[in-house]
């Protein structure tokens, strides 16, 4: 068997410089991005096109263009004109991490495949779980997402609070979950996928500030109680995706103590704000709920995908998923915390404790205080400047970095400005200089800014008003 392919596929002056190149070309990219000298946050293409492209690279590109090529052709989340979905623009370590977590690859399910990597999960951990205020009987494991996490977490509270063990003898009494109707929708999914159904999905009503209505709590409860639900968890939003808005933790903390529920928040988003001196009071009552999720590539600068589940007592941490599998999981006397997948939905998953570590080592808890309150003080400097324009409406005035507005003239309807909104937002995508998003509430359609990137300046903000507006000028000119 020929095997000149394997050797040069793992030459490690190849290697070497492709490793080199990459860096210096991530480098450079970093340069032009943050400094603002690249003028495009996105090259926008249509699916078809883009397919169409790639398939012709793989036929007849140069390889040795292929990370230039995908640097180019990308979303470029570290120019400051960046404003879209909430991913981190990667802080360079973290990424370094990643690559060494990539080359590495130990698969992490057990103690054995991931020594260093699985004892610092637990250092890592236990930091969030101390500066959430938890005790040291508190634990937690790091999984891939929010999503996963939530749905983990929602696992672990019907372990912990149903008698009827579903995970043995499968579904008994209909059982629900209560959660703010502006949740992200992976509460939702993950209520279905553990066969709750559509009624075990309680939507709580939000007030006008889009959080959680709380003095719905109790009419929401008895009336899924006179339906024969059996309640055992309620979800907190810190904050909620579309709109930025904390649920009242103290609050819902308070129910969830008066009716014996779990009280799970999701933090996925603006957990991180643990770290901020300035901005900690948005997750009051934090300390109260039995588990948390906080993602690390959202307001923590890391690289996609990696999440905290933290659990207020420990206990509840390695009880979800007991399973036997003789080739992989021992079965062990004390607390096995290493071996990591008896408590994960994954089994293999990445190194991903590296990224936190590399970020707490090197800079310390003070640089997600930095970030935080950066990115937060600009939400709220971002909400002020729309408010004082009138071309502009909020809304809700934010609570993080997260700015819903939409542009307006007193000419036309809400349908109308719906319509044209929703046209500003697309031939900005096309535009390419800037990149946000959209969202609805209660009908009304808005442009939706995250402000993930400490490039970003008040500048910066000023200047996608006035492109909009003049969007707005133009799209409104061509109609008539
Ligand atoms: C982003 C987000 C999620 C989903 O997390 P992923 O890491 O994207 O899976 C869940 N909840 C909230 C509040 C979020 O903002």
């Known amino acids: 068997m020929d095997t000149s392919l394997l050797k040069k596929a793992y030459s490690p002056e190849a290697f070497r410089e492709q490793g080199h190149r990459l860096v210096d070309l991530l480098a450079d990219h970093l340069t032009d991005t943050s400094s603002g000298k690249s003028n495009k946050t996105i090259a926008w293409n249509l699916p078809e096109k883009e397919h169409e492209y790639w398939a012709d690279f793989l036929e007849n590109g140069n390889e040795q263009n292929f990370f230039q090529t995908v640097i180019a052709r990308t979303t470029h989340v570290h120019n400051p004109k960046y404003m879209g979905h909430q991913v981190a623009p990667t802080a360079p370590m973290a990424a370094l991490a990643g690559l060494l977590s990539s080359f590495l690859n130990n698969g992490m399910a057990v103690y054995e495949m991931g020594m260093s990597s699985s004892a610092i999960e637990r250092i890592v951990t236990d930091l969030l779980c101390k500066k959430i205020g938890f005790t040291t009987s508190a634990r937690g494991f790091l999984t891939s997402g929010g999503t996963l996490a939530n749905l983990t977490a929602l696992l672990s509270a019907r372990k912990a609070q149903v008698e009827h063990d579903v995970w043995i003898s499968g579904h008994g009494e209909p059982l629900g979950v209560m ?120 307001m923590m600068m890391m690289p996609i995908i990696t999440t905290a589940l933290l659990f207020k007592n420990g206990g509840h941490s390695h009880t979800t998923f007991s399973q036997k599998a003789d080739y992989l999981l021992e079965q062990a006397e004390g607390e096995d915390w290493y071996n990591l997948a008896k408590r994960t939905f994954e089994c293999t998953k990445t190194m991903m404790s590296l990224y936190w570590f590399i970020l707490f080592k090197t800079y310390g808890n003070a640089i997600f205080d930095e970030y935080v309150t950066h990115q937060y003080d600009l939400g709220q400097r971002f909400g002020k400047i729309i408010q004082e324009n009138p071309d502009f409406e909020l809304a809700v005035p934010p609570a993080s970095n997260i700015v819903c507005f939409r542009y307006i003239t007193d000419s036309l309807s809400d349908d109308e400005l719906n319509i044209l909104n929703k046209t500003i937002r697309k031939a900005l995508l096309e535009d390419g200089e800037f990149y946000m998003v959209q969202t609805t509430l209660k009908g009304i359609h808005y442009l939706r800014c995250t402000i993930m990137n400490p490039f970003t300046t008040e500048v910066h903000l000023a200047q996608l008003l006035q492109k909009i507006k003049k969007t707005a000028k133009e799209i409104e000119l061509s109609r008539v």
């Open 179 to 298: 959660v703010s109707e502006e949740a992200h929708y992976c509460v939702d999914r993950a209520a279905r996928i553990m066969g709750l159904g559509e009624q075990g999905i309680i939507k709580v009503p939000v007030k006008t500030d889009y959080s959680m209505d709380t003095s719905k709590l109790e009419a929401c409860y008895q009336k899924a109680v006179e339906d024969g639900i059996r309640i055992f968890a309620i979800v907190g939003s810190a904050p909620s995706t579309a709109t930025g808005i904390y649920d009242d933790l103290d609050e819902i903390a308070k129910f969830a103590q008066k009716h014996g529920l779990w009280f799970h928040v999701d933090g996925a988003h603006g957990g991180a704000a643990i770290f901020s001196k300035k901005y900690s009071s948005t997750v009051k009552g934090i300390e109260c709920a039995d588990s948390v999720v906080i993602d690390g590539h959202k």
